[in-house]
């Protein structure tokens, strides 16, 4: 047997965070480092396998023969296995063998602390470490006043093996060509944030990254570890953050992954009520052990600290909620109190928010979070979840449902819109487009709206305008913002060359100078998310289809008057009140000539009159287009 010279990382403060679940930087310990022992180069190895009866390290450096390099088991009962390989350095490939005192089960294992991984089908690790200087001091020293729930908030969701291919080659664009184009487009675009979707290694592609098994590895489907941290370099020096999906609601069975990693049930819980998942056909992980909470929440930490990343948008809250989520009666079991919620996955969640805000101040955690449940982006001492921010899901649904129908029948349904008002600072909101709704036979968003090529369009546009305006902050998915006529293909680049076409790039426009009004304007993000920032003028004109309100900022004079015809009848001269004398200038029409509006509904200055109206002492008439949208300010 080749040498393993004993080495740590280790201290026994450590291990005692560690079995109390509260180390948050096991990747310092855990995983591959190349190091120097004894004036010899090599590589220190680290796992955690219990249950195991013999740990081997194997790869291309021993011919993948188990035996050669027998890893040795820690005394202090904390299952780590470790030691030091001289001669095995930086790109060389490994697993672990390992053999169960479980009926002697042999299994290879991918390493769960793994830095680079082998491009899949493949699915060896490998060790890796980069010195990669970053440039991004400017951004990261001023990023706490850009990532605040007080500042505009407007993010560009992106699927980055379908953004955009070099079609001549069939091929992704790396991160390398990805830090010149999509920054570029970005900030063209005038969004604050972009959010990838799982950047993590994965190995089957049509589950977009969701079904992880390289937790601390860039994919290497795109280039190397470096070469991301390139393209966060490049967003931040531009002055974009980056917001990374992040999923801790279960993982994939693939062989080389953590599901029985040991010959136990070491990372997934072991009762299959709590511990599988029967949408995805996955594994849930175990919230109630000590260990399994440390690498998830060393996971998130290591993607902020080691990544610069501005925030991580949690996926699937609602699966790790609920004990019954997606079970039939008899399939789950209640907790302990008679309940349906899962305490443990609670505690967990609340964990790792204060986890993350107390070591990253500057950031955001967003939840996916699809139901009721209170208080998911309040504070944990008060107690709430901790998140900074959750998604507004019956925002989304409600108003897909009202802009998928005919104008002529809107009248009905106006309270489709008005609802979310009634709730809408219950939660710090984030107002989603999301990949879930261009997929699966639901159209893309362009897809839903009716009418004729004209009306499809500027339903579209006047969509938009209704959702950046509205209270929270926003996201739309890659296409959308220049009407992505079929739905998404994960497959496929996006059809760039629709822009080639007026309407298209009218919406392109839109969203452009939407971005704008919603970074420059302090009414719409100053509050956004208090009930102080926005105030009803009228929404019970239903038989017109036209909606009226105000968002405020901290300083009146940057107040707006929002106006809405829902109907492609053009409302001329349409009398509403106002909330004070003075001159009101238009700074948004959604049917300007640009965007492949008519151009002939413009509202010049207007005065307002001392003729009462909507309970109000002043008004003021204003045209307001056909299925169009204006934005009124003081001047």
């Not at 937790?215 to 570890?225: L, N, Q, V, W």
């Not at 072991?270 to 109630?288: A, C, E, Q, T, V």
């Not at 900074?388 to 989304?396: L, S």
Request: net charge negative.
């Amino acid at each position: 047997m080749a040498e393993v010279i004993a080495h740590s990382r280790f201290t026994e403060f450590d291990i005692n965070l560690f079995k109390s679940g509260k180390h948050y930087r096991l990747y310092e310990k855990f995983g591959s480092y190349i190091t120097q022992v004894d004036g010899e180069e090599g590589t220190y190895f680290a796992v955690w396998a219990p249950s195991a009866k013999m740990v081997s390290v194997v790869g291309d450096f021993n011919f993948w023969l188990e035996g050669e390099h027998q890893l040795n088991v820690r005394w202090d009962a904390s299952g780590i296995w470790e030691g030091f390989i001289p001669n095995v350095g930086k790109g060389n490939i490994y697993k672990y063998k390992i053999q169960s005192h479980n009926n002697d089960i042999k299994t290879e294992k991918a390493d769960p602390y793994a830095r680079r991984c082998e491009h899949p089908p493949k699915t060896a690790s490998i060790v890796w470490d980069d010195d990669y200087k970053w440039e991004d001091s400017k951004w990261m020293k001023v990023r706490k006043k850009n990532n605040a729930i007080t500042a505009p908030f407007s993010v560009y969701e992106v699927h980055l093996g379908s953004w955009k291919k070099k079609i001549e080659e069939n091929r992704f664009l790396s991160y390398v060509e990805l830090a010149d184009e999509l920054v570029s487009y970005v900030k063209e675009m005038n969004f604050t944030h972009v959010e990838l979707m799982p950047v993590m290694e994965y190995p089957y592609d049509p589950s977009w990254g969701y079904q992880l098994t390289g937790y601390f590895a860039p994919t290497s489907r795109f280039g190397y570890p470096e070469e991301f941290k390139l393209l966060v370099d490049k967003l931040h020096q531009n002055g974009i953050g980056i917001i990374l999906d992040w999923v801790p609601s279960h993982f994939p069975e693939d062989a080389h992954g953590l599901g029985f990693f040991d010959g136990s049930h070491l990372y997934e819980h072991p009762d299959r009520r709590k511990g599988y998942h029967p949408d995805w056909k996955s594994l849930i992980f175990n919230y109630g052990r000590n260990e399994v909470k440390s690498f998830l929440i060393s996971n998130a930490i290591f993607w902020l600290d080691q990544y610069h990343a501005d925030g991580l948008r949690v996926d699937a809250v609602a699966s790790m909620l609920f004990l019954d989520y997606s079970r039939e009666d008899g399939e789950w079991e209640p907790n302990m109190f008679g309940g349906r919620e899962n305490l443990e996955a609670i505690a967990f969640m609340r964990e790792l928010n204060e986890a993350v805000y107390k070591d990253f101040p500057d950031v955001q955690t967003i939840a996916e979070e699809s139901t009721s449940f209170p208080m998911v982006s309040k504070p944990t001492y008060i107690g709430g979840l901790g998140f900074g921010m959750k998604w507004m899901m019956g925002w989304m649904h409600d108003t897909l449902q009202y802009f998928a129908k005919e104008p002529i029948y809107r009248r009905h349904h106006q309270n489709d819109l008005t609802f979310s008002m009634t709730y809408a600072f219950t939660e710090n909101f984030m107002l989603p487009l999301s990949h879930d709704e261009v997929v699966y036979g639901k159209h893309s968003i362009l897809g839903r709206m009716p009418g004729d090529e004209w009306q499809r369009f500027a339903n579209l546009r006047l969509l938009y305008s209704y959702m950046f305006t509205h209270p929270g902050t926003n996201l739309l998915f890659q296409g959308a913002e220049f009407g992505q006529s079929e739905e998404w293909n994960f497959q496929q680049s996006l059809d760039w060359h629709l822009l080639q076409y007026d309407p298209h790039k009218g919406v392109q426009e839109l969203i452009k100078d939407l971005n704008k009004l919603y970074k420059n304007e302090p009414a719409l993000h100053e509050k956004q998310f208090s009930a102080e920032g926005f105030e009803w003028i009228d929404y019970n004109d239903s038989e017109n289809s036209v909606l009226v309100y105000i968002r405020k900022g901290e300083q009146e004079k940057d107040d707006l008057i929002i106006a809405l015809n829902m109907t492609p009848v053009p409302r001329e001269s349409y009398k509403m009140g106002v909330p004070r004398a003075g001159k009101l200038k238009e700074v948004f029409n959604s049917d300007k000539k640009k965007y492949f509006g008519s151009g002939s509904y413009k509202n010049k200055m207007r005065t307002t009159t001392n003729e009462a109206w909507q309970f109000r002492d002043q008004s003021i008439s204003v045209h307001i287009p056909p299925l169009g949208a204006i934005v009124l300010k003081y001047s």
